[in-house]
């Protein structure tokens, strides 16, 4: 079966980093493009971040820009959002996905094939 289980959130203050974890298994990594994907309490979902099956190119939501990176290593089967810089209305919990590439333009044409559970990050004080 295919599993994808985040992992790294917590509670961070304004400026601080963390790194997310998207450890995936059940399905052949190296097909699918991946996305990180956030959900802001009382929002819908969000794209962040995705990056294409090779890793070698990448792409991000301009509110993220300079801030987060997005990277994968294929041989671990896993996927990592490092956040820098965390501002409060970072705080959502965030997904990994496998997804399509490029990036579509319009938020409905992504491809969420499998997710993940999710992980909290709370950016506060």
């Known amino acids: 079966e295919v599993h994808l289980v985040e992992s790294g959130g917590g509670l961070v203050q304004p400026g601080g980093s963390l790194r997310l974890s998207c450890a995936a298994s059940?399905?052949?990594?190296?097909?699918?493009?991946m996305s990180w994907v956030r959900q802001a309490p009382g929002k819908g979902l969000e794209w962040v971040s995705g990056?294409?099956?090779?890793?070698?190119?990448?792409s991000y939501k301009d509110f993220v820009k300079g801030r987060f990176t997005i990277s994968r290593d294929n041989a671990k089967n896993t996927l990592y959002l490092e956040m820098k810089n965390l501002k409060p209305e970072d705080t959502a919990v965030y997904y990994c996905?496998?997804?399509?590439?490029?990036?579509?333009?319009?938020?409905?044409?992504?491809?969420?094939?499998?997710w993940g559970q999710g992980t909290q990050v709370t950016v506060s004080s």
């Open positions: 990056i294409n099956p090779g890793g070698g190119s990448t």
């Open positions: 059940g399905f052949t990594f190296t097909n699918y493009a």
């Open positions: 996905a496998t997804d399509i590439w490029p990036p579509p333009i319009s938020p409905n044409d992504h491809q969420y094939d499998y």
